[in-house]
């Protein structure tokens, strides 16, 4: 692989309601090759607006580990494999990082191809 700036990289968050969803919405992530990695995180409690009301809910957060390039793909996969009828999906630049780990993610996620 070619690319060794941690600005190739992104960590993406999603939420959801339960253990059963994020096991399988992450699991298809990764196996779609649109992640190297996703991380389940149980006790979130959101707080937030919908419809004009407010609602608090047990959620987990999905981190989910991957290039840059492919975040857009990867919205809308979680768009169409998610519940929710507007599902987060928030991208965070990974500024830095162990560039062992980088390759890593490297091997895992499928490169777009050179035009």
């Known amino acids: 692989?070619?690319?060794n700036s941690?600005?190739?990289?992104?960590a993406c968050?999603?939420?959801?309601s339960s253990d059963e969803t994020?096991?399988?919405?992450?699991?298809?992530?990764?196996e779609s090759r649109l992640a190297?990695?996703?991380?389940i995180i149980p006790g979130v409690r959101s707080i937030y607006e919908?419809?004009?009301t407010i609602h608090e809910d047990n959620e987990l957060i999905l981190?989910?580990?991957?290039?840059r390039e492919f975040v857009s793909q990867l919205i809308e996969f979680v768009k169409k494999n998610h519940p929710y009828d507007v599902p987060e999906l928030i991208e965070l630049p990974i500024n830095n990082g162990n560039p062992?780990?980088?390759k890593w993610i490297d091997g895992i996620v499928k490169q777009q191809p050179s035009t």
């Open 1 to 3: 692989m070619t690319s």
């Open 6 to 10: 941690s600005s190739d990289y992104s």
């Open 13 to 16: 968050i999603t939420t959801v």
């Open 22 to 30: 994020a096991r399988k919405l992450a699991r298809s992530i990764v």
């Open 36 to 39: 190297a990695c996703v991380n």
């Open 50 to 52: 919908w419809k004009s």
């Open 63 to 67: 981190m989910i580990k991957t290039r």
């Open 100 to 102: 062992d780990y980088l």
